[in-house]
C-alpha cells in the first residue's frame, strides 16, 4: 500500500498523485492538518525533510523522485522477469 503525506498548494505532492493516478496505482492520501500534523509525521517519520512523505507498505521511502525510481525499478524488474519467463 502506498501512502501519501501532503500539503496544500505542493506542487511535488500534486506531481505524485498524478504520477499514481496515471498509471492506475491506488494509494491513500493523508493531508497536512487535516489527517495529521506536522509534530504527528515527525513522530513517525523523523527522516521526513520535505514534501510529500511517500510510505510503501510501512516503509518511508522519501519524496516524489524517490516514488519515481522505486517504481520505475520495480516495472523494470518485473518486465525482466516476464521476459526470462518467454
Given at each position: ?28 492520501e ?19 525533510r ?11 521511502i ?20 516476464l521476459?526470462?519467463?518467454?
Amino acid at each position: 500500500m502506498i501512502e501519501i503525506y501532503s500539503k496544500p498548494d505542493c506542487v511535488f505532492c500534486d506531481r505524485a498523485k498524478s504520477f499514481l493516478r496515471d498509471r492506475q496505482i491506488p494509494f491513500i492520501e493523508h493531508t497536512l492538518d487535516i489527517d495529521f500534523t506536522k509534530e504527528h509525521l515527525l513522530e513517525m517519520y523523523a527522516e521526513a525533510r520535505s514534501f510529500p512523505v511517500i510510505v510503501i507498505d510501512g516503509f518511508y521511502i522519501g519524496g516524489f523522485d524517490s516514488l519515481k525510481a522505486q517504481l520505475n525499478e520495480e516495472i523494470k524488474n518485473t518486465q525482466k522477469l516476464l521476459n526470462e519467463g518467454v
